[in-house]
Every structure is written in structure tokens, then in C-alpha cells.
């Protein structure tokens, strides 16, 4: 059974600083892996998608890598502002099926201070 | 990125009657999407799997007769929680995989229900 493991499971940080925050599954047949915000009572937001060829994927000041041999994935905040502050959640996709589920991380809640 | 909308976001009723909650993929078709329930502070718990055109497909212990999922078409899929009681009192958040290699999933905004 898949296990996904986020750490640490709240950070705070002043604003400014690059952060990094691990995600670590236990099956490395994934399909791909998927990095979401969440803030408070709001669904999440899709912010970068890992197919498990790939190795990293970036978008604006966000980088996320991928180990899939190892188990492990990172989302890289670069120069971090208080509207980063949100939950960050991890989830693997086991196989290209449609009817394959997520299995999420618990979250990383961040907050960055002004 | 693709948008998924979900409705009503927040909804109280009395206890004993139904309510209804609306998933829509708005720029995308889906055949499959997830209905989630989130518990404060928790991370999200799948309830069920809803297929177009076809029965959903529902996880240990989450009662089919109790929440309701019909996915009539490409971009639809609701989910009716019948005879709601206070214990149903959750945030319930829908996604849509978009169709294609890439797999990607995109979640609505949620829908807070509370059962007076």
C-alpha cells in the first residue's frame, strides 16, 4: 500500500527566504506526482505536475524535483512572500488507469511572515 | 490551469433533508472524478470514484445509499447527501481528471455543509 510522508508538517519562515519542502512515498511505481496548495476552507490548487519520466518541473518562482528511485520529491519556494502561506500537499497517481486514486501527503502547512 | 467548479460553497440545512452539491468541469471534459470529504485540519479522504455513464465506485465504509454521486455527462457530476445529520457536517471537495496522457487532476473550491 502506498505511503506518501511530508516533512516537516508546518514551517515558518520570514519572508524572503527560499524554503523547501520533502515529500517521500514508499512505492516508486508511480505514475506521476502532483504538488497542491491548499488555503484555508478552499479546495486545492494544482500547482505543478511530475509525470515519473520527468526529473523537475518549474513554474514561476516554484521548482519541483522528482527522485522516483528513491521515493522522494521536492517543491523549491524560492524568495517566499506571505501570499505563500498555505497547506502544501503531495499526491502520487499509482497508474495511468482514470479510475487510479491519489494517495495524498498530510501537508505541510507554511507560513511566511512579513 | 483548467477549472473546475463546484456548488453551492457553503450550504446549512435542517437535519433529515437532502442536499445537493454540483461538480462541473468547465473548459475540459472528464470521465472520471473524485468526491472528497475533509475533516478540519486533516487531509483529504476520497469517498468515491464517479464515472460517466456508469455506477460510482465507492470506498470501504462510505455508504452509496447515503451519498448519492450521479456523473450524467462529460462535465457533471453531483453528489446528494440524503437524510443529512450533524455527523455529515464536512467539507466536501470534488476533482476531475482531465483526459489525456498527462493525468492531471484539478479540485474545485469545496462545499461546506452544515447540519443543524
Known amino acids: 500500500k502506498q505511503e506518501v510522508t511530508q516533512i516537516p508538517a508546518a514551517l515558518s519562515v520570514p519572508e524572503g527566504e527560499n524554503l523547501v519542502l520533502n515529500c517521500s512515498f514508499t512505492?516508486?511505481?508511480?505514475?506521476?506526482l502532483q504538488w497542491f496548495r491548499q488555503d484555508p476552507g478552499k479546495g486545492l490548487t494544482s500547482l505543478l505536475l511530475i509525470q515519473s519520466s520527468q526529473r523537475e518541473q518549474t513554474s514561476g518562482r516554484l521548482n519541483a524535483s522528482l527522485d522516483k528511485s528513491s521515493g522522494r520529491s521536492t517543491l523549491y519556494i524560492a524568495a517566499s512572500q506571505p501570499g505563500d502561506s498555505a497547506t502544501y500537499l503531495c499526491a502520487v497517481r499509482p497508474s495511468k488507469t482514470s479510475g487510479s486514486r491519489l494517495t495524498f501527503g498530510e501537508g505541510t502547512q507554511l507560513t511566511v511572515n512579513p | 490551469g483548467a477549472v473546475v467548479s463546484q456548488h453551492p460553497s457553503w450550504v446549512i440545512c435542517k437535519s433529515g433533508t437532502s442536499v445537493k452539491i454540483e461538480c462541473r468541469s468547465l473548459?475540459?471534459?472528464?470521465?472520471?472524478m473524485f468526491w472528497y470529504r475533509q475533516f478540519p485540519k486533516q487531509s483529504l479522504m476520497l469517498m468515491a470514484t464517479s464515472n460517466e455513464g456508469s455506477k460510482a465506485t465507492y470506498e470501504q465504509g462510505v455508504e452509496k445509499d447515503k451519498f448519492l454521486i450521479n456523473h450524467a455527462s462529460l462535465t457533471l457530476s453531483t453528489l446528494t447527501v440524503t437524510s443529512a445529520h450533524p455527523e455529515d457536517s464536512s467539507f466536501y471537495i470534488c476533482s476531475a481528471l482531465m483526459q489525456g496522457p498527462a493525468g492531471e487532476l484539478f479540485f474545485g473550491e469545496g462545499s461546506r455543509l452544515t447540519v443543524l
Open positions: 512505492d516508486s511505481a508511480i505514475y506521476n
Open positions: 473548459d475540459f471534459q472528464a470521465t472520471t
